[in-house]
């Protein structure tokens, strides 16, 4: 026999939605559109279709009125109104469906339960067998020999499956008789009252010995005492309650099978919903799926020499590594409107004609990540130009929150056909060079992907107003930051050596004055022993027990750190270790052939547009404690010196320019101790008359307020009460009142606009600004309020970048630009270039782009980098 399904639509939405909302964790798409519910139903919906059934149906309610409100007016009247973040969507449910293929039934004045009573009714009669999932027990009513209920209890991976044998064996009940059980112990949910005093243990009890309600209504004068008293009083409300958990089995409907025969989704409409509504990890699904079903629709050939190429293609080497400049490069794919090729690594480094047209930058040729196809290639002794078009980057400025992968890309876009890396490589210690068809398919299938997408990014970025953002900033930066990488930064290992001994050496030191103070040795790295020994041994306060033992994270030792000599011993020796194995031995094994480290910039990681550094990250070095700082020695100047410049204050200086505070710009241009001024107007002195503490107090504010900073974080980071914050932030904001009009303005933007803007239009998407949950919500309104001013400063420093490299090339310097730190620039310069390098850094940087207020830079030179501050 086919089966039909039959889904209780607002049932499992319902259900979907506070599976997530009751835990503040509220799905929303890129444009702040509630998706949770949606979401969850879907992952329901694709459960429930492994059963492969021949039919499937879904049934909502129509509204809140039916006949049952006219029976009984409190009718779920005591149900909770339904959350607006619920509400829209419904209307995307259907949607959905409709992508689906799945029909979905409603009709006025009756309950989506009504509809799956006729419809299974009428199932029956066509000789199916019919399944129902739903969250309610009224359906379990609805059971035969051939209905089977399907309550669900976790989504529909937890099912509590009903018969006849079942409600037999579970109540004694016959299917019919649910309505009498509901109807004499009521049901809460529904506000249906039933008899009061009937709960389920008596309701079972009447009807195994009256069968019915109304049989019990014959024979209700012979029960006794207060249970009779009650029955009697309440037997017409009973046998209205029982009308109301009926389920209608006769509604006037037809099922219609050739409708309701389930033949799979419909592909390009799932896939335009699934991207509209930034469910992606439902898109990768079904983008398998489809591959799966797909053949190759574009011809390929993998040569050993290419042949002739003289038009504008994109190219892809493939890169095994993540780093790139340790990678080995597999091969080459190479597409356009003709041609399509893979080539190995092999074959290429002896192929002239093809390393020729590489390196020939007449033709344009399109990438993705063309920094790392550059470098790797150089790496590997290929050299390529006229790179000039990158899918990375493009699709990063549309969109800063896409992971950097070509399949996530191509989703974006609408383009599902390419595969996961992991799906071809593995991954973790599974990762593996993959058969040369395999290779060959995936990379061409990318560059191929690339080809036909570059003109649509280039599209979408003029619409948004941000193709100069991606031509004129970020792609001259892109080779910018491969030229640094390349260099690199010299390192003096012997230097790092020299601190691994020291710190062995205090690390001993520090290890036997803790026994000591212990009395006895334990692991002082295992945060167990080490709880066991403060707060159970030693018996000191604060001590907050989790299920592996007492936590000691750094902010419970703050709190102790006074209490008992150990603690700031723990502290150091924490703080040591830390500094050799992840700093001074972690960096030797950093260190190329060439005596540098060639560390890797990701330009398209950060949702401000900032520039991180991995492998190693050079931007964490630590500066706050001494020993950290000693770290910065053993890197050193290649020629004959290090040059930093350094922005002062780039972030206050932009909020002054964004917010048009008036007597922040005159300070600047002025060019006073920004922290004193502030300090002078909020605690009514003169500058003269401001103390360090006052300072020191106002410039924690001026920092604090560009990232939100709230009066509990003020009074923990200055040591005030906390209504003494509270009145310090007053007084701020009293004094530069445009800079509490700037936030809340920018706060409304976002929230009408879903993103936040830098002054180059580099756009922040901020979707958590709608969130049901305070704590997320207050975060996405610091972000909307930090974002503009950290990203402007990321902008004005690539400028500044630019305009550098571009002075460094019309005068033909030997001296090279090597790092980039949050707001600083670092180059390794010649001796007899090193005053026309101050020069003309200091100028680029502070011209870089005009503001109402100057731009300021520190510079310096040195012989290594601890000695440039």
Known sequence: MEELVLIDGNSLLFKAYYATASM???????????????????????????????????????????????????????????????????????????????????????????????????????????????GDKDAFQLVS???????????????????????????????????????????SADNIPGIKGVGEKTALKLLHEYGTIENLKEHMNEIKGKM???????IDLGLQSKKIATILRDIPMTLDLNQARYNGYDFEKLKAFYTHYDMNSLLKKISVESRKEQKTDFQYEVVHTMPLIQEDSSILGAIYDQNY????????????????????????????????????PQYHKYSYNIKAQILSAKWNGIEIQGMDFDLQ???????????????????????????????????????????????????????????????LAIEKLKQEDQYDLYQNLEL???????????????????VLKKLEQTFDAQIKEIEEDIYTLADEKFNIASPKQLGDILFGKLGLPNGKKTKSGYSTSQDILEKIEDLHPIVPLIQ????????????????????????????????????????????????????????????????????????????????????????KVKSLIEAFHQNKDIHTHTAALVFKVK????????????????????????????????????SEAREFIRRYFEEYPEIKQYMERVVEDCKRDGYVSTVLNRKRYIPTIHDKNFMVREQAKRFAMNSPIQGSGADILKLAMIQVDRLMKEKHMKSQMILQVHDELIFDVYKDELEDMMTMIKTAMENAFQMEVPLKVDGAYASNWYDLK
């Open 24 to 134: 503040g964790n509220l799905m929303v798409n890129k444009d702040g559109i509630p998706t949770n519910a949606v979401f969850g139903f879907a992952n329901m919906l694709q459960k429930i279709l492994e059963r492969e059934s021949a039919y499937v149906v879904v049934a909502f309610d129509y509204g809140k009125k039916t006949f049952r409100n006219d029976l009984l007016d409190q009718y779920k009247a005591t149900r909770k109104e339904t959350p607006d973040e619920l509400k829209c969507q419904f209307a995307m449910v259907r949607e959905f469906l409709e992508a689906y293929q799945i029909p979905y039934y409603e009709m006025e004045g009756y309950e989506g339960d009504d509809l799956i009573g006729t419809l299974s009714k009428l199932g029956e009669e066509q000789g199916l067998t019919v399944s129902i999932f739903t």
């Open 228 to 234: 009779g008293e009650k029955i009697r009083e309440n």
């Open 572 to 659: 150091q020796y924490r703080m040591l270790t830390k500094l050799s194995s992840t700093y001074v031995k972690g960096l030797q094994e950093q260190v190329f052939a060439d005596g540098k480290i060639h560390t890797i910039f990701n330009q398209a990681l950060t949702q401000t547009g900032r520039l991180s550094s991995i492998d190693p990250n050079l931007q964490n070095i630590p500066v706050r404690q001494e020993e950290g700082k000693l770290i910065r020695q053993a890197f050193v100047a290649s020629h004959d010196y290090l040059v930093s410049f350094d922005y002062s204050q780039i972030e206050l200086r932009i909020l002054a320019h964004l917010a």
């Open 393 to 455: 980057l493009a699709s990063y400025i549309l969109n800063p929150s896409l992971k950097d992968e070509m399949k996530y890309i191509g989703d974006y876009y609408g383009y599902t056909s390419l595969q996961y890396e992991e799906e071809v490589f593995g991954k973790n210690t599974k990762k593996h060079i993959p058969e040369m068809d395999l290779l060959a398919k995936h990379t061409i299938s990318k560059a191929k992907a690339i080809y036909e997408l570059k003109d």
């Open 476 to 494: 001259p930066v892109t080779y910018i930051l491969a030229d640094m990488e390349y260099v690199g930064a010299k390192v003096d290992v012997n």
């Open 325 to 360: 400049h340790k990678s080995i490069v597999l091969g080459y794919a190479l597409y356009n409107a003709h041609q399509a090729y893979f080539i190995s690594y092999e074959d290429a480094l002896k192929d002239q004609q093809f390393l020729d047209y590489l390196k020939n």
């Open 145 to 187: 020999n051939q209905t089977t209920v399907y309550r669900t209890v976790k989504g529909v991976t937890q099912l509590d499956v009903y018969t006849p044998a079942t409600l037999d064996e579970k109540y004694g009940l016959k299917p019919d008789q649910i309505r009498d059980f509901l109807g004499l112990m009521g049901d």
């Open 687 to 722: 500058d003269e008359d401001v103390t360090p503490q006052m300072r020191r107090q106002a410039k924690a504010v001026n920092f604090g307020i560009i990232y939100g900073m709230g009066e509990f974080r003020l009074s923990k980071q200055i040591g005030v009460t906390l």
